[in-house]
């Protein structure tokens, strides 16, 4: 359940992705978007970034709906195998 002060919408860029795209996940709350955050599979899309080094890195995106302000996580960490 939303509370008027915990209103937020969120996006996700792949890995690989074009730098201009994302999918739009909608509205959200701090507690899920936390939730999305831990079980993210940023060791996977570390890796695939690593095929895709001219696009994307793997990128998670918010924006609190009160303050306007935008927020965003994102990991291009190089594996080495």
């Known amino acids: 359940m939303m509370i008027k002060e915990d209103k937020f919408t969120w996006d996700i860029q792949l890995a690989g992705y074009n730098h201009n795209q994302a999918d739009k996940k909608g509205k959200t709350n701090y507690k899920d978007f936390l939730n999305e955050f831990e ?43």
């Open 39 to 81: 079980s993210f599979p940023w060791l996977d899309q570390i890796e695939k970034a690593n095929q895709f080094p001219d696009k994307s890195a793997p990128t998670l995106s918010i924006k609190d709906l009160k303050t306007a302000k935008d927020f965003w996580i994102s990991n291009n960490l190089y594996l080495d195998k």
